[in-house]
């Protein structure tokens, strides 16, 4: 090994303290945040992660991507996550958003054309993307209204720092049920799972 | 007064001594050495590494021992154990032009480059058992004087394919991308219409005994694919890998493999000249019925990129690649050991009451 | 040899989550994952047992069972394999279990939100009987194309006056899918409607992975004029009184003299410790 790679290695960011138990852990996590939209998931294994790529992103991120999973990053992230990525997960970064298994966002205030992301196909829908979006915050709060399987009755949250085009665009990503993207909004250290069965109901904003 | 059946875990552990002991069988004859199942019975050790996608002869012979001589029982040992193998490197395509040959034979011509090497065959013996094969000789010791066959020395030997496809007689290999990447059973499900590397690789791993009744059915009229043996060759191949450090590949071992091509029914049409077709097998170790009924059935399933209609079970793409693999079929064909006495009561309860129900109309009838 | 917890690799473990989310994400549709080899034959629980290893953890308390009891032969297999390569807590009591692994029953007892419901499933596909071929079924899925599926049950109907499915009765998922769920009677359809568990199917020949999400509608097929209906019987369980489970029946006799017994062992256990409390007092 050189001594560039000596030295990039070092400053890499340390991954999962326990790879093996912190992704079961982290993924179970995940399993209710996308069985229970509405529920806000607290993500207690949290990873070393290089700004702004936040401690729950980053556990998502090592806990799912791998050399299967192509990832496409927003320009931020791309400058400073892509070896860090690619060291822990060995997921390929792909330029093209359409190609990406998991789309991954640092700020939900500057989101790409989520029109261009995979939607699955009719006789296999699920190989549309995973959306995963940094949000400021995210609390149980008169907001959003949303319904469908996993929640009882209804639920309505309240998101810091997302762009208002986010729930036009989950609105037409429910019609296109069976296809259509599934979405992880994370803050800090805690997530909320929107997969595409999630019916969002118009509110007041 | 009845009470639940319990002991379900004694009773797993009292079968498994139980399954030991018989397995040993009477404890006054030599047990069997790994050795012994590798050297004297190879052509098993060839099947259960083709089938248990996983060339070691001496685990296969490991497996040989602990199934028992049952053969499905023994592959399904070496895939379970393969699973737990990590994935190191990705080897380059074998080149078997380059075969140490110990047997090569084809039905196409009289004589080839290379010549009719016969190697070690069954085909010539009469069945007759050999009694003398009842006794145990003691290992020889010196083998200077044993009077076994000198092999010659190796000569070039081109293909058959590659001899009629010089000529144009024969369709080249769609070559296809080769920067694609090859289809992995191993890693993902097959998903149909399958290309030919997942049918390859499906039928590689797939039961003898099903391609072989299946190939047979295509010589039969179900299908006509009017095969001949272009080349049946049996030898030793290097295994190469090139890491992406160096421009140039490595050995890192040999195997034993056993390669068919068949030539089959010419196509063509007013615009393209008539070629042979191909369909190909291979295996690992000694096994040519298992590589040539492969080859009649690769055919076969190559009906939809021949443009051949497909009317015959082996040309049934989902039909067939769906039931070859003896794993699949023989652990759900015996998971009906399994009690299913929940799903029978609810049977019994539906027919008992349809059975009521039109005995009461009738007795209401007269 | 020491293997990886719960036996998996993290490569496949990591495979079979990301599976398993999206089979969340989309109620009742069977998806695709490359199922491994597992040291169990296809055909006794490979799917079910490759789904639990991949989401089971050091907290959790595992209870298996086949039939509707932990000590049917293959449930004890099943746990100790688990208790072996996950060094996990088990149990035979409903309520203490996270995890629960099932063959052919849904427990009797109401599940809770936060426990995850397994099960073994041999053939997932329920329109695989009207049609063999996966390239068909995968379409009619598509286009929501089910008509084939009620003419059969209508057929059903015009030749013994009902249908005649008993277990492993088609439903209809989040009013989408429809979707196969596993050779449970039809006793425990309902149980399967809005439970506040997360329900898990994994087929490991079959190599299909699907879900139905908690508080999810799921309906049994049937027709206005001929509704859905589950079995029952005339007797009780002779062992502890039970007049709303399923049962079993153990034949006790040459003669043909006949028994029914809980076939939920758990719940059988508890209502005769009750029952012998109660006659205590």
């Not at chain 3, 969340?24 to 069977?30: E, L, R, T």
């Not at chain 3, 034959?41 to 290893?53: R, S, Y």
């Not at chain 3, 209870?63 to 149990?91: C, E, L, P, Y």
């Amino acid at each position: 090994m050189n001594q560039q790679t000596k030295i990039a290695l070092q400053q890499l960011a340390r991954g999962f303290n326990d790879p093996q138990l912190d992704a079961q852990r982290v993924f179970r996590q995940l399993l209710q945040a996308m069985a229970r939209p509405g529920q806000i998931v607290p993500i207690d294994r949290l990873p070393e992660a290089p700004e702004p790529l936040c401690g729950g992103a980053a556990a998502l991120a090592l806990t799912l991507f791998d050399l299967d999973t192509p990832i496409w990053l927003d320009e931020a992230l791309c400058a400073t996550a892509s070896d860090y990525l690619a060291f822990h997960t060995g997921a390929p970064v792909t330029a093209e958003i359409g190609d990406a298994a998991f789309v991954l966002v640092a700020d939900g205030r500057q989101l790409p054309d989520l029109g261009k992301v995979a939607l699955g196909d009719a006789e296999y829908p699920e190989r549309a993307a995973t959306i995963i979006v940094q949000v400021e915050g995210l609390r149980i709060d008169a907001g959003h209204r949303l319904r469908g399987p996993g929640i009882l009755g209804h639920v309505d949250i309240t998101v810091d720092g997302l762009a208002p085009e986010f729930w036009s665009a989950l609105q037409a990503n429910r019609r296109r049920f069976p296809l259509g993207f599934d979405a992880m909004l994370v803050a800090g250290d805690m997530v909320l799972g929107l997969p595409r069965t999630v019916v969002v109901d118009k509110t007041e904003a | 007064m009845y009470v639940s059946v319990k002991g379900g875990e004694r009773a797993i552990t009292a079968a498994h001594t139980l399954l030991a002991e018989e397995r040993r069988g009477d404890p006054a004859v030599p047990e069997l050495s790994l050795a012994q199942i590798e050297q004297q019975m190879s052509l098993g050790v060839a099947r259960v590494m083709s089938e248990g996608a996983l060339y070691d002869p001496e685990l296969a012979a490991l497996a040989i021992k602990q199934a028992r001589g049952d053969m499905v029982e023994a592959i399904f040992l070496l895939r379970a154990y393969r699973t737990t193998l990590p994935r190191l490197a990705t080897s380059l395509p074998i080149d078997t032009g380059q075969m140490a040959v110990r047997r090569r034979i084809s039905a196409t011509f009289k004589d080839i480059p290379g010549g009719q090497v016969l190697g070690p065959t069954f085909d010539y013996t009469h069945r007759l058992l050999d009694f003398d094969l009842a006794e145990v000789k003691e290992p020889a010791a010196d083998l200077s004087n044993s009077g076994a066959v000198e092999p010659e020395p190796a000569r070039p030997m081109p293909s058959v394919a590659k001899i009629l496809g010089s000529e144009g007689l024969l369709e080249p290999e769609i070559p296809g991308d080769e920067t694609a990447p090859v289809a992995d059973l191993t890693r993902e499900p097959l998903s149909f219409p399958a290309e030919r590397d997942a049918r390859l690789q499906a039928l590689a791993r797939g039961d003898e005994g099903f391609l072989l009744s299946l190939g047979y059915s295509t010589q039969r009229g179900y299908g006509r694919n009017h095969p001949f043996a272009g080349e049946i060759r049996l030898g030793e191949v290097a295994v190469e890998i090139q890491p992406d450090e160096l421009p140039f590949p490595i050995e890192i071992g040999e195997i034993e493999i056993t390669e068919c091509q068949m030539v089959n029914s010419f196509k063509g049409s007013k615009t393209k000249p008539a070629q042979f077709t191909r369909g190909y097998g291979l295996t690992f170790g000694h096994g040519e019925r298992k590589a040539m009924s492969m080859a009649l059935v690769d055919r076969a399933l190559r009906c939809r990129e021949l443009d051949e209609e497909p009317s015959s079970p082996a040309q049934d793409e989902e039909f067939v690649l769906y039931h070859c693999d003896n794993l699949e079929a023989s652990g759900f064909v015996q998971h009906l050991k399994l009690p299913h006495y929940v799903d029978f009561q609810s049977e019994l309860v539906m027919v008992r009451e349809m059975r009521a129900q039109q005995a009461a109309l009738k007795e209401a009838a007269e | 040899m020491s293997y990886n917890f719960a036996y998996l690799d993290e490569q496949t473990k990591r495979m079979l989550r990301r599976t398993i989310l999206k089979a969340v994400a989309i109620p009742g549709y069977q998806v695709p994952f490359g199922a491994r080899e597992m040291p169990m034959p296809h055909g006794w629980g490979t799917g079910g047992i490759q789904v639990t290893a991949a989401i089971i953890g050091a907290d959790d308390t595992l209870k298996v069972i086949d039939q509707g009891a932990d000590d049917t032969t293959n449930a004890v297999s099943i746990r100790q394999f688990f208790a072996k390569t996950a060094g996990v807590a088990t149990t035979t009591r409903t309520e203490d279990a996270t995890i629960i692994q099932t063959r052919h029953r849904i427990p009797e007892k109401p599940l809770k939100e936060g426990q995850i419901l397994v099960y073994q499933v041999p053939i997932p596909e329920p329109l695989r009987w009207l049609e063999p071929r996966e390239t068909e079924t995968r379409k009619m899925h598509a286009l929501s194309e089910y008509g084939a599926m009620h003419v059969r049950l209508y057929e059903d109907i015009a030749t013994h006056g009902r249908i005649a499915t008993a277990y492993d009765y088609p439903v209809q998922v989040n009013g989408r899918y429809i979707m196969r769920p596993s050779p449970i009677p039809k006793f425990d359809n309902p149980k399967m409607d809005m439970n506040p568990a997360l329900q898990l199917f994994g087929a490991g020949r079959e190599k299909r992975i699907y879900a139905v999400p908690p508080y999810t509608k799921v309906k049994s097929l049937d027709f206005d004029d001929y509704p859905f209906e589950v079995q029952t019987w005339e007797h009780s369980c002779a062992l502890c009184g039970s007049e709303d489970s399923f049962l079993d029946e153990i034949i006790t006799s040459d003669q043909g003299d006949r028994m029914f017994v809980c076939s939920d062992s758990d719940y059988c256990q508890d209502r005769q410790t009750a029952g012998r409390r109660e006659a205590a007092e």
